[in-house]
């Protein structure tokens, strides 16, 4: 089943989504997602995705994107830690002991620059209509999951936070936006990293711009608790 702010209640969230608020941090009540998008067990993280195109896909869904500070708060817990598990970065217990691949930038551009990736709920229906966009984009595609080392989601579950949201480093780098707002035409914030390389929950990456797309990029979405109280 898709993602829906309409889905059976978890305390003030849907039961797709975690509540990232925790005792003594009443200042920040917020729902995360429990998985990367498309936020469904088992399904693929999305990637490809540009700081814009995270905004509309989660608009669309009754959500937003998620602040970077929210992102922060239901990785770190009420403890603060450096990853969702501890202060000490264990490899492989998230996705992110993978070898690293060279990739081909060339390829990579010729993923169509105007397609929207918003109407579609998993990552094969993406790449299916982005390979019906002609040799080039077929073979964007074609790279991009050659590339691709993210697990389906929940593959690894001891990779979860206190508040109970998974793959929160490792797997995808996601698309976050900077609470600061940023500067115009940089107002995101990549967290997390991906599946050949982790960084912990306070590490920031600011330096991609709101176009940005890259085959390891995904993101996750975020809704008000307070909407649904």
């Not at 920040?28 to 429990?34: A, E, G, P």
């Not at 993978?98 to 169509?112: D, E, M, S």
């Not at 109970?164 to 990293?193: A, H, I, M, Q, Y």
């Not at 599946?195 to 008000?224: K, L, M, N, P, V």
Request: aromatic share 10%; charged share 25%; glycine share 10%.
């Amino acid at each position: 089943m898709d993602a829906s702010p309409d889905a059976a209640p978890n305390g003030p969230c849907p039961d797709d989504m975690v509540l990232a608020s925790l005792e003594g941090a009443g200042e920040l009540r917020v729902c995360v997602d429990r998985f990367e998008a498309p936020n469904r067990e088992g399904a693929l993280p999305f990637v490809m995705f540009t700081l814009n195109e995270s905004i509309a896909w989660c608009e669309q869904r009754g959500k937003r994107l998620c602040y970077d500070d929210e992102w922060e708060r239901a990785c770190a817990g009420s403890a603060g830690y450096r990853y969702p598990y501890g202060n000490t970065r264990e490899p492989g217990r998230c996705n992110d002991d993978k070898r690293w691949l060279t990739y081909n930038q060339a390829l990579l551009n010729g993923w169509p620059f105007t397609f929207d990736a918003s109407p579609f709920d998993s990552l094969e229906a993406v790449l299916s209509e982005v390979r019906s966009r002609g040799s080039a984009a077929s073979a964007a595609a074609d790279h991009v999951m050659a590339l691709y080392q993210a697990e389906p989601a929940g593959e690894y579950p001891g990779c979860v936070s206190e508040p109970g949201v998974r793959d929160l480093v490792g797997s995808v780098e996601e698309w976050t936006l900077r609470r600061s707002g940023g500067t115009p035409g940089f107002r995101g914030n990549l967290k997390g990293r991906y599946w050949a390389e982790t960084r912990s929950c306070q590490d920031d990456i600011t330096s991609h711009g709101d176009g940005f797309r890259f085959y390891e990029i995904g993101f996750r979405c975020c809704q008000d608790a307070a909407a649904r109280e």
